[in-house]
């Protein structure tokens, strides 16, 4: 039997899986750590801290493995996803990183954006890059460093993207994926699948930055350096599969492949995505080439900046009591005991709505001065009201990039397949299917980009074929169907979550 081991960095985990050549999990492991956000909207990670979670993982999945009698030299491939890295990791010369990654969630971009909008032929950038203009993507934040940081700039050989680093700290080979070069926005062509040389030349950003050798999501970047042998315990030359953006990772996980299929990955934000060979910038939406048949296939996504984050910024400045009593009970989870109350309140929460906007906001809105925002409190509104409402809150922005996706999507699926943290929740996969309209499936193994990861590595090893790929190695589960009650109000209730931000953008703007 051959093996292989997926990973995937997040935002605030990294996790790792060794799977069969069928997909069964044999061993897994996880190691945490919080990005530094040391200003307000800022948000930035040294490399270091994810490659000693992914070595931590890899060496505990393959300590596990061994125990259970899986030989090194029979796993086959290693694959690591990662969280988008936004500007990627200023590297010198000698490779070593000269500043942290400004990774997606950093929003201090604005002055870049601005100078973007008005020196930029932005209709041309639209069609060549298929993305637009915001400081969620990396160009702008490279930017960014080229202002405030000149001496940064002066010596950076090359921006890598957090896999891409990493596997090169694992191969010495320097490569970067079509998903995570794509999702830099301006400076990537869509059409020609590569490194635009017009956009490069009208941002100021030196060609010589970006690494030339450009591979798809299943291709062995290299071999694994022997000086990693014995701290990880594979054998020296297992293949190092490039991987992708963990967000079209855990859609590939899902066994999407296919045009209309459509999947959300709820964790710390939200990612909503569909699969297409075409892609309209003026839509607001974010496109990438596929980790699978990236050649022809483009993931299209949008998506909410904060998403657990909201649910999590609320439990822990708000909830104290609730997490002093869910230690008395037997399963001591305050989520459920939170969700537990949230259930007792009607849809709608009773007039209380929430803008999670606790980050500025990606799709539709595209505004990195937007602000999170309760509407509606009265004396009669309880934590547990609030809560139901965060949770409505994100589901509307869920909601409201479908709604945007619609406009460049063939068509869509009749089913809705969520992923992450949030697939957890049965209160919340409920409200998600009254407020779409969608019935919602979760995967029932519950492992999402670090089992795409591990499906590419055996792609990449030729373990499985193209064809077994595509329908995904998980099972899918239905968890929730739309009731029409809930629907009618929950339709009413978007129609106020879609004005609310117009409405107050000049108060925020003020703020």
């Known amino acids: 039997m051959d093996y292989v081991i997926g990973v995937d960095i997040g935002t605030q985990s990294t996790k790792a899986i060794l799977v069969d050549q069928h997909g069964a999990i044999v061993a897994r492991h996880a190691s945490s750590y919080q990005p530094d956000t040391p200003r307000p909207l800022w948000a930035e990670q040294w490399p270091a801290v994810w490659f000693e979670a992914v070595t931590q993982c890899i060496a505990a999945c393959v300590r596990e493995a061994k125990a259970a009698g899986v030989a090194a030299d029979s796993i086959k491939a290693v694959c690591v996803s990662s969280l988008y890295g936004g500007s990627g990791i200023p590297v010198d010369s000698a490779m070593q990183p000269l500043y942290p990654c400004l990774i997606w969630m950093d929003r201090r971009a604005t002055g870049q954006v601005e100078w973007v909008r008005n020196h930029i032929d932005l209709e041309r950038l639209y069609t060549i890059t298929g993305n637009g203009v915001d400081s969620y993507y990396g160009y702008t934040k490279m930017l960014w460093l080229r202002d405030h940081e000149p001496d940064v700039w002066a010596h950076t050989r090359y921006f890598l993207p957090p896999n891409a680093y990493v596997i090169y700290m694992l191969t010495g080979e320097i490569a970067v994926d079509h998903s995570s070069a794509g999702n830099i926005g301006g400076i990537y062509d869509i059409a020609k699948r590569g490194w635009s040389d017009e956009a490069l030349d009208m941002l100021g950003i030196p060609a010589t930055m970006m690494p030339q050798r450009l591979v798809e999501s299943s291709e062995s970047v290299g071999g694994l350096l022997s000086r990693w042998v014995e701290p990880l315990g594979l054998a020296a030359g297992t293949a190092i599969v ?17 045009a209309r299929q459509h999947v959300a990955m709820i964790g710390t934000s939200m990612c909503w995505g569909y699969i297409n060979q075409t892609v309209d910038a003026r839509h607001g939406l974010i496109s990438m080439p596929n980790v699978f048949n990236g050649h022809r296939d483009i993931y299209v996504f949008g998506g909410a900046m904060s998403a657990g984050a909201s649910v999590a910024w609320y439990r822990d400045q708000f909830c104290h009591a609730e997490i002093e009593a869910a230690r008395e009970t037997p399963h001591g989870d305050v989520h459920r005991l939170l969700e537990d109350n949230a259930a007792q309140v009607p849809a709608g929460a009773d007039g209380v709505m929430f803008l999670p906007y606790l980050m500025g906001e990606r799709s539709p809105v595209w505004d990195a001065k937007a602000s999170g925002a309760f509407v509606g409190l009265s004396l009669f509104h309880t934590r547990a009201h609030l809560y139901r409402a965060v949770l409505e809150g994100v589901s509307f922005a869920l909601k409201h990039n479908i709604e945007a996706g619609r406009k460049g999507a063939q068509s869509l699926d009749d089913k809705l397949i969520v992923v992450g943290g949030a697939a957890h929740s049965d209160l919340w996969m409920q409200i998600i299917a009254d407020v779409t309209g969608y019935p919602v499936y979760t995967i029932a193994q519950e492992v999402e980009a670090a089992m795409g990861a591990a499906l590419l ?39 106020v979550y879609t004005d609310l931000y117009p409405a107050l953008k000049p108060v925020m703007h003020r703020l």
């Open 457 to 495: 590595a055996a792609l990449g090893a030729g373990l499985v074929s193209r064809e077994a790929a595509q329908g995904g190695w998980v099972t899918l589960i239905e968890r929730a169907q739309p009731d029409a009650a809930r629907m009618a109000v929950y339709e009413q209730r978007f129609g």
């Open 242 to 258: 490039a991987g992708g953006v963990d967000a079209a990772v855990a859609t590939f996980a899902a066994g999407v492949s296919r």
